[in-house]
């Protein structure tokens, strides 16, 4: 039943998925899952199963869904320790042991950035934009050489997180038009990245796969000051950027604006209109996109959706953020009291709250 239920939901989105140009749909090579918060659940105990019910390691289970890159996120000093470079470290382990592929998303902070904050890490708090130039340079050099070290050299790094309007804010900040302060900081991390291992591609990423004009803005600023960069990178979620016709629009014109690959580094959609435990969903079970309804089917339909609007678009890769961050008490969302707060992604993950796959989620070339 769930293998004939998962191939018609795939057969329905390539049906109505947005019909590709000649020549411009392409295989997704880059099949990835966010597994940030993995480890802290593995840590606590938290089990995971597989579509028979079976316990697996978590990394196999995604691996028979099609997963064959997995994302870490990585805090300079978080209060909770997870996610720092100690933490990475260790995690890249496990994730190159199973034979994926990795790709190391630097936040630059020690807890969470995003468009509409990029704190400063508290280290690097009062530093002027030379000094944080450096730190830029020395961190990632840092980090990237301690993975090379231990045979788990990045495939792919982020040079920043979701950096609409900058990163280290002020001094990285955009302002007035101004790309030139952010634009020092991304070619720190460029360059600190090739001379750690010249082969790992540069990805520079934003939420912007709602708006084509905002995307246009930000990668004509950082260009025009001679950033590169290997791959661009969006974030989609169909909550909060619109639709799928919109996004392959948006990812077309980036691809063939920028000559570069495009990337879909963090989507998601839910299974359930609940919550499993006491911190506030981060996206209600509510809000719902194209009429489809917040179920394992639904969830597995929308996810089908995007990777094919990608495809079609000519993208390279889609990455669902957190899919193992179900409701483990103990892993919750604030890194100064993890232990304290919960999850919000509880009904956005594809694991349900006993740990339990969706069973017909697929990652799909």
Request: charged letters at 15%; a neutral charge.
């Amino acid at each position: 039943m769930a293998v004939a239920l998962g191939a018609t939901v795939l057969a329905l989105a390539a049906s109505v998925s947005p019909a590709s140009p000649a020549g411009a749909a392409t295989t997704l090579s880059m099949l990835g899952a966010d597994v940030s918060s993995l480890q802290r659940s593995l840590d606590l105990g938290a089990p995971y199963y597989d579509a028979a019910g079976a316990r697996k390691d978590p990394y196999d289970i995604l691996k028979s869904a099609g997963v064959n890159y997995a994302r870490l996120r990585i805090w300079n000093n978080p209060a909770s320790g997870y996610n720092n470079k100690a933490k990475v470290l260790q995690q890249a382990k496990a994730i190159k042991a199973k034979g994926l592929k990795l790709l190391i998303d630097f936040h630059y902070s020690d807890t969470w950035a995003d468009p509409g904050k990029q704190f400063k890490p508290a280290a690097w708090a009062s530093h002027s934009l030379s000094q944080l130039g450096t730190d830029v340079y020395n961190y990632t050099y840092d980090v990237c050489t301690a993975l090379k070290s231990q045979g788990t050299t990045p495939d792919s790094v982020q040079i920043g997180n979701e950096i609409n309007v900058g990163m280290l804010w002020p001094q990285g900040q955009v302002s007035n038009n101004d790309f030139a302060p952010l634009a020092s900081l991304l070619k720190q991390g460029y360059n600190a990245t090739k001379a750690c291992n010249s082969a790992t591609q540069v990805m520079i990423h934003v939420a912007d796969a709602d708006s084509m004009a905002n995307a246009r803005w930000f990668y004509d600023g950082i260009k025009a000051q001679g950033v590169q960069w290997d791959i661009t990178a969006l974030s989609y979620y169909c909550m909060w950027h619109g639709t799928l016709a919109n996004l392959y629009n948006v990812i077309t014109d980036v691809r063939t604006r920028y000559g570069k690959p495009v990337v879909i580094a963090e989507t998601a959609y839910q299974f359930t209109t609940a919550d499993a435990d006491s911190e506030k969903n981060s996206i209600p079970g509510t809000v719902l996109c194209d009429n489809i309804p917040a179920t394992w089917q639904g969830q597995a339909q929308q996810f089908a959706w995007v990777q094919n609007t990608a495809r079609n678009a000519g993208a390279i890769g889609v990455f669902y953020w957190e899919p193992t961050w179900y409701a483990v008490p103990g892993n919750g969302w604030d890194p100064a009291n993890i232990n304290g707060t919960g999850d919000g992604w509880d009904n956005m993950a594809t694991f349900d709250w006993t740990g339990h796959v969706n069973p017909y989620i697929r990652w799909t070339p």
